[in-house]
């Protein structure tokens, strides 16, 4: 399901690029050392081999969960814990029932997130990286009722 963010190895980075993608057996860490595992992410820092967390996440890819409590941490939790590592650029989060986007961004070195409302046109633009997932790539082989 949702085949750009569940295989990140397809993700179309530059060639050369310093970056990689990571998968949701990959964790980050955010505020005072909590652990997550985001649905996918992109990170410009190669982790050393005995690290319990990659460093330095440029991008977040969160899939909503069912369930109000699921979604609850998704949009609010997580929002404020991606927000308090300086790295992460990006947040975006993926509605699975709506297909939509939502993203959230900051230019490197501002602290607060700039909020944009759901999206279900497209692209996700990722100008960290110079490219941008279509909606239709994004949700390739998910039905819709």
Known sequence: MLRQIAYPDTHGLPPGSPCDTYGPQDAIETAGGALREPDAFIACSSPPRTAVAVP????????????????????????????????????????????????????????????APADTTGPIRLPEFGIALTLDEVYAGVAFD
């Open 56 to 115: 330095a996440p440029v991008v977040v890819f969160e899939v909503l969960s069912p369930g109000p409590d699921n979604r609850r941490r998704d949009e609010a939790d997580k929002v404020d814990e991606y927000e308090s590592v300086p790295s992460i650029l990006r947040y975006v989060i993926i509605d699975p029932e709506s297909r939509s986007a939502r993203v959230f961004w900051r230019e490197p070195g501002e602290r607060a997130w700039h909020r």
